[in-house]
């Protein structure tokens, strides 16, 4: 197993995209200046890249241990080297570092957190599936709980001594949560909460002594459907520390992320707490998406960064074969190591090029969310939110699919050793692969952006995002260094315009058929935002002398030549609708 | 789990591609008809949808057993239901259906095979990889064994008494065979073999008695390279059935394919007796590639077939959200089963029309092969040999590939579902993904195809399919009702050949260009072929007024729509050749 933090690429990325000067527009942020943003990423990535990346493969055999009859019930046990590991995630200052220093965090701006976030992830992503979905919990907390629950809780959730959990999906429940029926029902001066939830991570472990779940449930008055549901506080100890009755049913064996538990958690008269108002609890879950839903995308890019390591590694390595250039041919050695073959170099090259513009847009759009919360400009804030909204379920989506992808294609690169469980590959891409499904599946994030996004304020996101673009566009037009790669943004932009178009004009209509288009269009603004990526990676590179401006100018053409023909195919498919579709049977399929 | 073998598309591809003038034509193919084949496959497939489809899952999760301390030295222990289900195997008539009546095999065409291999892949891909490389060793015995070898091992390995093993690789070589450096040293009347092979499928269990490995080594005054090669027939148990020196020195662990053994084998003075002539060795092997590799599509296909079946399970099972169309919600149910869904739909539809049309191509290619090899006619031999020489690879790869796709879309369907084990789409898509890598890595049978089977007989292969191509579009160019598919298969043609066109003349100066370019350009041919078929499907289908018929037509428009634009996409990629990625200095990866 090989890994080494991408720096050097997160600082190329911070500069590129302005960073400083975001920074300083931000009261809070002023300290937090590029310089010492790496510094403190530096320090998380050393403890990372040393025993965290060892741990993963190590837990991916070993598993989660359930025990039925603990000394208080059904106990989850993790691997024994979890516990010093979660110590040090604590130390290195991962968990509180993006979180309000009122409650003991580092105040960061959040867009530091992505840059945490992927190391993590790439070292131990289901390791780090708990500290991650902590943050949602605290931001629930933050965002909608009362004086008294962030006093109480806060503090040890920042500091890592509690984890904190989201209990949403009921077993006849995920996508559809209006469906949800676990019960909140009102005494003196709290809920009881009973119900079952599933597939709750780290819903029940021994990393921390006590977890706080988020619990959405309804009250005895409440309305149907989505509109009846509130958020609860569940804590797994009360104040005198005795054990409230929200325990741990089962585990789910899965293909991947194996040593993440996840819980089947069963609530028997539970005590808890609610936050924010009465059926008002989805849109406390709403607040947290935007962020959780870019960490997904953002697990996409960091599986594919630390299997692309893996792949270059083997790459540079493994001889099979002649260079069919005989000049590269080396001599002293029977074979050449494969990294010469041009069919190998262009996987790895797919893998790394996609990488790279994802990297980018996930922290572009990082920065967006902390302009959107912190800006002292309305306007500022208001551009900066229909950005994140909009590219929210694009990240997601995208990044998490075409991670998936990347990691299969580093694993093709090993050949028959990817395969097999001596190599880190086949694990990647068990765990990357619920990327996809989970905080709402890909075509959830699709219906998303088609459904709601699109059509928001008139329409407001996507102009903003295309004026945006456009102004690049109209800046950097006679730019004839990099005219591939304005050209390229151009008939992208076009294609994404013709596209939505149809899309307004036909599911108007018939919404069948903008429902049936909508991943491919989502696909559309996604390669079209890659493509602004790297046309502004262009734009900084351009001219530039250094060894890593070259090497971002190659890769950035390469992407161009081989990802900007499936601009117009996704265009085209979106245009086709829904096609036969629906007029297939149910007994047709 | 679901699976229930998809006789009536079997019966509706024969008819469609003409099975029964085809079986006619061949003299000793004339008892095989329609009908017969198809009452020989149902029932392989009634044992196979019952207890086979059971067993895969259990075996995966159980796995295979290594016994360093055997009686006899290492042993690899099977689960015990593997013996029956394999008595049952071979009462089914599985075994030796498609091999010569003269050694006690049942005559029957290759095409027949294939769809008895379709059902036994689908139903446990894992265990039938034994039966399935046995078939391999039996080919390459009757094409090139002596009298002796053939009386004395043909009618075993037939019956099914004993398997056959293919022993290529060696740690320092797989793709690149050349680097071979097992030994074999002439002894009175047969060889002493030495050295190591891996990744050896089936190399040692306790299914047979015995086990017939085919080893590739070099005699002591071999020229190097892929020239110094030789075939050796090594058994497991001599005659006296004393132990063989080849023992199994361990097992690979695997992402999927678990209950398939794949074994490291040592030979230390094995005994061995030569295959067809000295240094001859890689000949023997390629006699078989085609069927093999046909094969390993296959597995794309079976693979798909069962996921397939499976995600539309769950569809027409799982309720959430209401559909988008008043009309189609159901008043008494809380929410509607997911097949009301356009996205899901679109998800099903994707997997549903690449998977027929790939049966079709699949089973198309088996008669040629058995054209190729049976009919009395030299030039329709040699055309379909032609055929099936430039459709391997194709089908190889992008079978593989779409097989593995489609069942991370199965899984897909599914949710959280897929990604655990209470559900088999995890391990369909883990055990598929193998099928991209062994006999020959996808990117190893693009460069097949672009460097040996375009160029081979000056470009005559593919002109021969073009040829094939353009007389169905030329006899169905008038007919009206099946325009939409004509039109999109010329567009089809009309990529390849701008494409071809661009290859040739950039890969002549410059073959790295035409390297880079190969993976996509065989996908882009494979999509033509995959049109091609559903065209012969449309014409087939038009004007007849069974369901079968009119889905058949509905299903066709579909893949039309959706992935027709993909052909332009793979031509353009194609058209921009090798772009930086020879620049690229290794430091830059």
Redesign the interface.
């Known amino acids: 197993m090989v890994y080494k933090s991408p720096i050097a690429d997160f600082k190329y990325n911070l500069d590129m995209l302005g960073y400083n000067s975001f920074a300083e527009s931000i009261d809070q942020f002023k300290d937090f200046d590029t310089e010492t943003v790496i510094s403190v990423v530096e320090q998380v990535a050393k403890f990372n890249e040393q025993e965290m990346v060892d741990s993963n493969k190590k837990a991916d055999r070993e598993g989660i241990v359930y025990i039925k009859d603990g000394k208080e019930g059904p106990e989850v046990k993790t691997p024994d080297y979890f516990k010093p590991l979660y110590q040090s995630v604590i130390e290195s200052g991962y968990i509180g570092a993006s979180n309000p220093t009122e409650y003991g965090g580092g105040g960061a701006p959040f867009a530091m957190g992505i840059l945490n976030g992927e190391i993590g992830i790439a070292s131990n992503m289901a390791f780090y599936m708990g500290p991650g979905l902590s943050q949602g919990a605290i931001k629930a907390i933050l965002k909608k709980g009362n004086k008294e629950l962030k006093d109480k809780y806060l503090p040890k959730m920042i500091s890592g001594e509690w984890m904190g959990t989201m209990c949403l999906?009921e077993p006849?429940?995920?996508?559809?949560l209006g469906?949800i029926r676990s019960t909140a029902t009102p005494e003196e001066d709290y809920y009881k909460l009973n119900g079952q939830k599933i597939?709750i991570s780290f819903g029940e472990h021994d990393l921390t002594e006590n977890i706080i779940h988020l619990v959405l449930a309804r009250l005895p008055d409440a309305p149907e459907g989505i509109k009846g549901i509130s958020l609860f506080l569940v804590p797994k100890r009360l104040d005198d520390n005795s054990r409230n009755p929200i325990f741990c049913g089962g585990l789910?064996?899965?293909?991947?992320i194996i040593s993440s538990p996840t819980c089947v958690m069963n609530m028997d008269d539970a005590r808890g707490w609610m936050i924010g108002e009465p059926n008002k609890g989805m849109e406390a879950m709403f607040l947290m998406m935007n962020d959780a839903r870019l960490k997904v995308g953002l697990q996409g890019v960091a599986m594919s960064e630390i299997a692309y390591q893996n792949a270059?590694d083997f790459?540079?390595n493994r001889?099979?074969?002649r260079s069919?250039?005989k000049d590269k041919q080396e001599s002293d050695a029977?074979?050449d190591?494969i990294?010469v073959?041009?069919?190998?170099?262009?996987?790895?090259?797919n893998v790394?090029s996609t990488t790279e513009a994802m990297r980018s847009l996930c922290i572009y759009t990082s920065m967006k969310i902390d302009l959107a919360e912190h800006h002292p400009d309305d306007s500022v804030r208001e551009t900066a939110e229909d950005f994140a909204a909009i590219m929210t379920p694009i990240i997601k989506s995208y990044c998490s699919e075409k991670g998936?992808l990347n990691c299969?294609d580093s694993?093709?690169v090993l050949?028959?050793s990817?395969?097999?469980?001596?190599y880190p590959l086949?694990q990647y891409?068990?765990d990357v692969?619920?990327a996809?499904?989970?905080e709402g599946?890909?075509?959830i994030q699709?219906?998303d952006l088609v459904g709601r996004k699109l059509t928001m304020h008139k329409g407001r996101l996507l102009q903003n995002f295309q004026k945006e673009v456009q102004q690049f566009i109209n800046e950097n037009k006679d730019n004839e260094n990099i005219s591939t790669f304005i050209k390229a943004l151009e008939a992208a932009v076009k294609e994404v315009m013709v596209s939505t178009m149809w899309l307004m004009q036909n599911g108007m209509q018939d919404?069948?058929n903008a429902?049936?288009s909508?991943?491919d269009y989502l696909n559309l603004v996604a390669l079209t935002s890659l493509t602004y990526m790297w046309a502004r990676m262009a734009k900084f590179s351009d001219g530039k002398n250094e060894?890593q401006h070259?090497?971002k100018i190659?890769?950035g053409?390469?992407f161009i030549?081989?990802f900007?023909?499936?601009l117009?195919?996704?265009s085209?498919?979106v245009q086709?609708g829904?096609?036969?579709?629906?007029?297939?049977e149910?007994e047709?399929?």
Chains 1, 2 share one sequence.
């Open positions: 999906t006849q429940c995920g996508t559809d469906l597939w789910e064996h899965k293909l991947g270059l790459a540079k001889r099979q074969m069919v250039v029977k074979a190591n990294i073959h041009p069919d190998v170099r262009r996987m790895l090259m790394k998936f299969s694993l093709q050949g028959g990817g395969f097999t469980k001596e086949e891409m068990r692969r619920i996809l499904i989970y599946t890909n075509g699709a219906l919404p069948e429902l049936s909508a991943s060894p070259k090497t190659k890769t053409t390469y030549d081989k900007i023909p499936e117009q195919m996704y085209k498919k086709s829904k096609s036969t579709l629906m007029e297939m149910v047709e399929f």
